[in-house]
């Protein structure tokens, strides 16, 4: 009987091992950096040995693909409408891969059920043999946006910048997703800043707040400082880590990439690419209920 728990237990731990890590970046307000910031944490995870696939939830311009000079005819919601396979739709650049879900995401409440199945299928098959999946999440404008970070089985990055406005929008999303999402964990990493103690300064202000007035538990990620090269490195459509390995942004980002990958797994059976689909039908299925109840 101790053998056959012990075995057990090693195989809970090796789905958890094994499973693709889901982290979707998210920003209060455009201009922050999080599309930056998701090139840029894809390079160093990838530096860091680790098969990455970024999904872009954003049209474009000045989208992921746009930054990275990539032409990319075909996406996501070619691949669940079956008009081209998993690989035709994704793009390899800097060691990692890249596929735009922008369409297919405004596209899935419309979807017939047998689609919606097939986008679920065809996002699990992208996301297979990698071991990180960034998001880099479309703005929440407004109800009608659908984006990964609304659903469950995520780790939501929220990127925040030291204006007024910056922590004012951030602190807005981090408000609607507890009260509307019921999510109580968020990861902060703090954009363009000039020293630690400025970001340590912006993110204990919003930790406090949350905690008072939203019961969330906000963790800090650290900061990426200011930084020339970095700007330098973006108008080049590079990754800082790849352009100039020793910026102060670039290890900054290396070492944000050493604490995401550090974090104690999720339970396999709370995570992964299906559980993040039905949350979202789910989602969508309850605010079309209430549209018609109201």
């Known amino acids: 009987m101790h053998d056959g728990l012990d075995q057990a237990a090693g195989l809970r731990r090796l789905l958890v091992a094994n499973q693709t890590r889901l982290i979707t970046i998210a920003a209060g307000k455009s201009g922050v950096g999080r599309t930056s910031l998701t090139l840029n944490l894809a390079d160093a995870l990838a ?45 390899h650049v800097q060691g990692f891969a890249v596929m735009s879900s922008a369409r297919a995401m405004r596209a899935l409440g419309d979807m017939a059920e047998y689609d919606q199945q097939r986008f679920e299928q065809a996002l699990t098959d992208a996301s297979s043999g990698a071991d990180v999946m960034l998001v880099d999440a479309a703005l929440l404008g407004g109800p009608a946006v659908v984006s990964s970070s609304l659903a469950t089985g995520v780790t939501l990055l929220v990127v925040v910048d030291a204006t007024v406005s910056g922590i004012t929008e951030s602190y807005g999303l981090i408000k609607r997703l507890a009260v509307e999402n019921a999510k109580l964990q968020f990861e902060i990493v703090v954009n363009k800043v000039a020293n630690a103690q400025e970001a340590q300064t912006v993110f204990e202000n919003m930790a ?16 990426i400082p200011n930084d020339a090269k970095l700007a330098r490195a973006n108008q080049l459509g590079r990754a800082v880590v790849d352009a100039f390995p020793n910026a102060a942004s670039a290890q ?31 989602q969508m299925r309850y605010g079309e209920l209430a549209q018609v109840v109201n």
Do not use: W
Request: proline letters at 4%.
């Open 47 to 91: 530096r860091s040995g680790k098969d990455v696939l970024v999904l872009d939830e954003n049209l474009s311009p000045n989208n992921l693909s746009d930054r990275l000079m990539l032409s990319t005819p075909r996406d996501l919601f070619d691949v669940a409408q079956g008009r081209c396979t998993v690989q035709q739709a994704i793009a």
């Open 208 to 223: 406090k707040v949350a905690r008072r007035h939203l019961a969330a538990h906000l963790e800090y990620m650290g900061y």
């Open 252 to 282: 900054a980002f290396l070492a944000l990439s050493q604490r995401l990958l550090g974090m104690p797994p999720e339970k396999a059976e709370g995570t992964g690419v299906s559980v993040m689909v039905k949350s979202l039908l789910r």
